[in-house]
């Protein structure tokens, strides 16, 4: 079992692919886990420069307090002159970022950087 592998940890791991911190979210992301992966979140925009790749595809359900963590590390990123990339090939999640505004704050993809490449969900062209 990975060492951030808990119940109610909202994250596996993170590891480094090609310069980027990938870190596999899953389960839920509501207020109830919100807090614990803000923290670790805020851990890994905290450096300079840094190039963070959230995998969403496993997360079955966000909230609004699940898309302010998002949001938070985005800015943090970009505040530290970083960057921070979203995958998921979800169409309710791509439909919900349309809805709330998000579509164009955040670089989202269908795939890891080092992935193949697919096709791009319907929802998001």
């Known amino acids: 079992m990975d060492e951030n592998d808990t119940g109610s940890a909202p994250y596996r791991t993170h590891r480094t692919s090609g310069g980027a911190t990938v870190v596999t979210l899953r389960g839920e992301i509501d ?3 919100a807090p614990a992966l803000a923290a670790r979140l805020d851990a890994l925009t905290s450096r300079p420069h840094p190039d963070l790749v959230l995998d969403l595809r496993p997360v ?3 909230d609004c307090s699940g898309l302010g963590v998002l949001c938070r590390a985005r800015n943090r990123a970009r505040d530290q002159h970083g960057r921070l990339r979203l995958v998921t090939d979800d169409s309710g999640f791509l439909r919900l970022l349309r809805c709330t505004g998000l579509t164009d704050v955040f670089e989202v993809g269908s795939r890891l950087p080092e992935e ?3 096709p791009v969900p ?3 062209r």
Do not use: L, R, S, Y
Request: no cysteine; glycine share 8%; aromatic share 8%.
């Open 60 to 62: 079955d359900f966000i």
């Open 31 to 33: 207020v109830v886990t």
């Open 122 to 124: 319907a929802a998001a």
């Open 116 to 118: 193949p490449a697919g």
